[in-house]
């Protein structure tokens, strides 16, 4: 899977994020099984590779998100395909080493990823660019956002969660005492970060604690198999209505809130300019896969009626919205039949960035299919 042409080769995180809408649901489930193989041939430290070397195809690890992405996937997987006998005899074992080395630290490619006496995973340093806001020029990282960082540890929570399952079902000798070690870990990560990650002044969560600038990771929380937040509760409907009212836009998301300390709305300019910009208010596509999520499972928890059929129609018109706009992006504007990667935040929003982009058309595809 190509990330993003004509810039980006093959990326472990953007395979990931993309391996739903391009994989399983046109079902070429021989693909998913060789993506899910690619992706956890070069694991090192429990780390899997972001990318490969353009200069020797050597594997890069600097990542914290690409191997809690997999457990997401190898549940969508199993969702589509029912088959557990390809998990458990190549990707499972694979599954286990990562847990375990995310529990017991791993400083390898200066990730700094370990777990916290609180259950909550911290990871990065102020040099570093280990999450999808990856923008770096020369040693400068743009947004390092090193700490504990919204969408790892709600990545880290749901791979608890699915590990629980996957355990009860695939070990045999002492398989209670694994899948309850992974249930207490959850539990405990969970109750810490409710605590700790949500901002009642803003009424939405941290980006990282201790940063309360509005951005759409805080969607992670809510979009994942095994919510962090309750789909139901008060926080969660705090957050949507925080990103709906901040963020969302008919092209993506934006990456920060206008008004926000270095707000960019136009990705323009030189090299410098343009990732100085990068996540720094420019609209992305994928993005909008975190919103239709969560929408679904707040549905799917959602016992009260009226909420319900609130957000059912809310649901309805986004994505009758979404197909629109984005028919008309595949006929006439950008690269013909594909999706960019990127969008001004200010009309007309212009296309930009990689003219065809991987995740992108996943997640149209997903939201509209």
Known sequence: LIAGYPWFLDWGRDALISFEGLTLIPKRYEIAKDVLLTCTRDIKYGLLPNGYSEVDNSPLYNSADSSLLLFEQVQKYLEYTNDDKFIKENIYPK???IIENYSKGIDFDN??????????????????????????????????????????????YNALKIMEVLSK????????????????????CKESFNKKFYNGRRKC??????????????????SLTYPIIEPNSEIAYN???????????????????????????????????????YHQGITWVWLLGLYYNSLKNMIEAEKRKTYKTKLETKLKEFKEKTLKTFEKEI???????????????????????????????????????
């Open 95 to 97: 599954l286990k080493l």
């Open 111 to 156: 990730n700094n990823i370990h777990l916290e006496d609180d259950g909550l995973i911290s990871s990065g340093t102020e040099n570093t660019q280990n999450t999808w806001m990856d923008a770096k020029y020369g040693d400068f990282a743009f947004t390092p956002r090193n700490g504990k960082v919204v969408e790892i540890n709600a990545l880290w």
């Open 169 to 188: 079902k695939y070990e045999k000798l002492g398989k209670r005492i694994l899948s309850k070690k992974y249930s207490q870990m959850a539990e405990e």
């Open 205 to 222: 969560l941290y980006d990282v604690i201790g940063d309360g600038k509005i951005r759409p990771n805080q969607l992670f929380s809510l």
């Open 239 to 277: 957050t949507i209505e925080t990103v709906e009212k901040k963020l969302l836009n008919s092209y993506g998301l934006k990456t920060l809130a206008k008004g926000e300390p270095n707000y960019i709305e136009i990705y323009e300019g030189d090299g410098f300019k343009r990732d100085m910009s």
């Open 331 to 369: 006929e006439q504007r950008g690269c013909i039949g594909s999706i960019a990667e990127i969008y001004d935040s200010k009309r007309p929003q212009e296309p930009k960035g990689a003219i065809a982009q991987a995740w992108s058309v996943a997640e149209i595809l997903r939201i509209v299919m």
